[in-house]
């Protein structure tokens, strides 16, 4: 399917979360190729801009301040500056809005935003789909990348399968400095990203912590002059609000000077990733960063679907609990909490693979 008068205003909407955000970027990457002239714009909740606002694909970012406009309903302040917004999205008259997250709100932001066409699925959650004009059925049973470039391309547009991300020079600045300040400069480091938005997607924190004494006590970067005597250092990703889920490993390494804690913005998160020789995770954002950034990764999965929210055709990366079946991977938003799924993956199968991935060549 092509389109005999292209569009040359498009919106993107997808406002979130952080992971979805930079498993969005194909979508955009293909619509820039199939539209080379087009103004390409893209919808994103105002704290994860960083993610895309650098992709030399992406004409323009329209913040959608998520948090003051969940105020409207006690505040004539915030009603006022919402009507403001719609009014400047109205305003740049799109040809085509395509939503790509499929509920309800973003789906009425493709309608308030004017546009001619509305692509979106058919079967939307929340009712979406009342808001579209063109309506398309997406096979689920693919990865979360697959679905959203099966709705381009229903839309008329040829997928292309390009994830990279890109880093701005102030965030790429500030990791240059953090890490002269707490004396890594130009040595390598792993980072570990403990959290994921539910506990059940959490590898133990003990094993975690375990995995950090090994890691410091055993890796030796094989790349670095003979003469290094000392072990690489580990970066811990972790928001401000995660803390307390991670204090027994804040407790466990306080006074160690190879580990550090940075406190980031989701562009600084993303220069540290950039880096890293190797990402040891959960089912959690920094996932899809790295695969952004092409790096070494070592993902732990519990009752979530690799094979469908997993890292991009890197299933080489993923560790999941012995004999795990379909059906348990379907339970878990009931089960949020239960650790038991996840907690089945051994230190010693996590070790042996992050052993095996740092003495191999990239």
Not at 258 to 282: F, K, S, Y
Not at 314 to 334: A, H, S
């Amino acid at each position: 399917m092509t389109c005999s008068n292209p569009p040359q205003h498009v919106l993107i909407v997808r406002p979130s979360a952080l992971g979805d955000v930079c498993r969005t970027v194909p979508a955009l990457v293909s619509l820039r190729h199939a539209l080379p002239d087009a103004q390409i714009d893209w919808l994103i909740r105002d704290t994860f801009v960083d993610a895309v606002a650098h992709h030399p694909a992406l004409s323009t970012v329209l913040p959608f301040p998520r948090r003051r406009f969940g105020a409207m309903w006690r505040s004539p302040a915030a009603v006022r500056e919402f009507t403001a917004w719609v009014g400047e999205l109205r305003r740049r008259r799109y040809d085509l809005a395509i939503d790509l997250q499929g509920l309800s709100r973003s789906a009425l932001f493709a309608r308030l935003s004017g546009a001619g066409r509305r692509v979106g699925r058919a079967d939307a959650r929340e009712a979406g789909w009342l808001f579209y004009n063109q309506r398309h059925r997406i096979d689920d049973d693919q990865h979360t990348v697959d679905r959203m470039l099966a709705l381009v391309e229903a839309a008329g547009y040829p997928g292309r399968r390009d994830l990279r991300l890109y880093v701005g020079p102030q965030d790429q600045a500030w990791m240059t400095r953090y890490l002269a300040d707490h004396d890594v400069a130009d040595e390598p480091y792993v980072c570990i990203a403990p959290t994921a938005q539910w506990r059940c997607k959490c590898w133990p924190i003990e094993r975690f912590i375990e995995l950090t004494r090994r890691l410091l006590g055993e890796w030796r970067p094989h790349r670095r002059a003979a003469a290094q005597s000392g072990g690489g250092h580990v970066v811990v990703l972790a928001a401000p609000s995660e803390r307390v889920q991670i204090a027994p490993l804040l407790d466990a390494f306080v006074d160690d000077r190879r580990v550090h804690w940075p406190t980031t913005t989701v562009g600084q998160l993303m220069a540290i990733i950039a880096r890293t020789e190797l990402l040891v995770c959960n089912d959690s954002a920094p996932l899809h960063i790295a695969v952004g950034f092409d790096r070494r990764i070592v993902c732990l999965f519990g009752p979530t679907d690799p094979s469908r929210v997993g890292p991009y055709q890197r299933d080489d990366t993923v560790l999941q609990p012995p004999g795990i079946t379909p059906r348990q991977m379907t339970q878990y938003r009931r089960r949020r909490d239960d650790q038991s799924l996840i907690a089945q993956i051994s230190l010693k199968r996590v070790w042996n693979r992050v052993e095996h991935v740092l003495l191999s060549d990239r």
